[in-house]
């Protein structure tokens, strides 16, 4: 029997973090569930272990605690706890993936707080440069993971890294999660995702959608 790939969900309680832990639930993964609230942690475990049938979960504060080993890492922090986190999985995340969601927007979300020129993903990069940094879910709201499909159109996932059987791999939880996985290119690439949610999210307040709304390519 093959070996389900283990996938660490750091914030894991949090809007995205429990979004894609119930949603990649749907596939066959050992799913460890990681957070600093106790109380949601366990809750979002019994919840997740009651409606799947094929995944595993784990809840605990910190991976080291964990007999699985993960083979997936996703960062749904903010980027600001990117660093933090990096440190602490340096070793763990050694050829691993590490999956950046992360937009780091502003406080009057204008714009990334970060100069011209880079990307939270290929920073988070530059503190783990032995793992494969992949951007994905950047473009997707919390909302979205329980409607992927919106108007009868599938939102689409843009993935991007340097590493294609990294992408590959990502692009398969992103088909788990509902969402049409667009291999985009490069970890340059980021910037362009970043910055693409910033406008969504400006759209978002400007036209009311709720916060579910997503992008689309048509061809
Ligand atoms: N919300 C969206 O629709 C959306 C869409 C696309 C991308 N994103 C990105 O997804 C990431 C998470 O966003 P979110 O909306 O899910 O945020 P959130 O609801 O605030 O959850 C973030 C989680 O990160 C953890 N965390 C760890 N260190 C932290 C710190 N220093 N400060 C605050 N929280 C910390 C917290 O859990 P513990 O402390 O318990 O571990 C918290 O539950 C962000 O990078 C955001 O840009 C969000």
Redesign the pocket.
Known sequence: METKQTIAV????????SAISKSLSKGSYRLLL????DKELKGLQSEILSHSQTADAEAMKSPEHSQWKPDIFIL??????EA?IAADIKELAKDKIVVS???P?NKDMSGSVLPPGTSAAEELQKLLPNSKVVKA???????DFSQPVIDGRQVDCFVAGNDEAAMKTVSELVKTAGFNPIISGDLSVSRTLESM?ILLMQLTMKYNYN?LAGWKILH
């Open positions: 750091f914030g894991a309680t949090g809007h995205m973090g990681l957070s600093q609230e749904a922090v903010p980027h600001s706890a933090e969601i992360a937009n927007i879910f950047n473009t997707t709201f919390a909302a949610q916060w």
